[in-house]
T-cell receptor, first 115, second 113 residues
């Protein structure tokens, strides 16, 4: 079963606007972590932000914030004030602490920022 | 500098040959992972290892093999049993603390010729 779902294969956003990338996950492990990565065309994987299952507040890192809704099992990434350099693939990932500690990724969303 | 190194960056293989992709890290991480990425697709887990001399199959382990004889090294062998090996391969490692992210190498692009 797919553990991470990203329902938006592609998204467009105008430069300087905010955009939300969706991520839903499936786990029965009470202890887990959620991660977002950016992959530009060069192929490197760039870590953006982390949210733990027990964290009470939504994570923020600069222009990135994570809208964590635990009951709905969603962890959406919000990018504020989009820049042209934000154009890339974005992946949501999950680590389950008690179920083997593997690290699984969603299918990704391709974000294109328009000038 | 601490980091994770994959080599080679590009690799060409003839059909029927085995090839080994190298992954080395000097971050003192216990866990290491191998992923396969096809064009425009997400990362699929091939194998992972949480400790030396132990590893587990991921979602697409068929046609691949790994070893973990040293903490720093986690080589991936793409065997002739893998029918469609052309892909981008990414290696990652992470520490044990729950809030630590996985660090990735630069990837190896394997092409069957």
């Amino acid at each position: 079963a797919q553990k991470i779902t990203q329902t938006q294969p592609g998204m467009f956003v105008q430069e300087k606007e905010a955009v939300t990338l969706d991520c839903t996950y499936d786990t029965s492990d009470p202890s887990y972590g959620l991660f977002w990565y950016k992959q530009p065309s060069s192929g490197e994987m760039i870590f953006l932000i982390y949210q733990g299952s027990y964290d009470q507040q939504n994570a923020t890192e600069g222009r990135y914030s994570l809208n964590f809704q635990k009951a709905r099992k969603s962890a959406n990434l919000v990018i504020s004030a989009s820049q042209l350099g934000d154009s890339a693939m974005y992946f949501c990932a999950m680590r389950e602490d008690n179920y083997g500690q593997n690290f699984v990724f969603g299918p990704g969303t391709r974000l294109s920022v328009l000038p | 500098d601490g980091g994770i190194t994959q080599s080679p960056k590009y690799l060409f293989r003839k059909e029927g040959q085995n090839v080994t992709l190298s992954c080395e890290q000097n971050l003192n991480h216990d866990a290491m992972y191998w992923y396969r990425q096809d064009p425009g697709q997400g990362l699929r887990l091939i194998y992972y290892s949480q400790i030396v001399n132990d590893f587990q199959k991921g979602d697409i382990a068929e046609g691949y093999s790994v070893s973990r004889e040293k903490k720093e090294s986690f080589p991936l062998t793409v065997t002739s049993a893998q029918k469609n090996p052309t892909a981008f391969y990414l290696c990652a490692s992470r520490g044990q603390a729950p809030n630590t992210e996985a660090f990735f190498g630069q990837g190896t692009r394997l092409t069957v010729v």
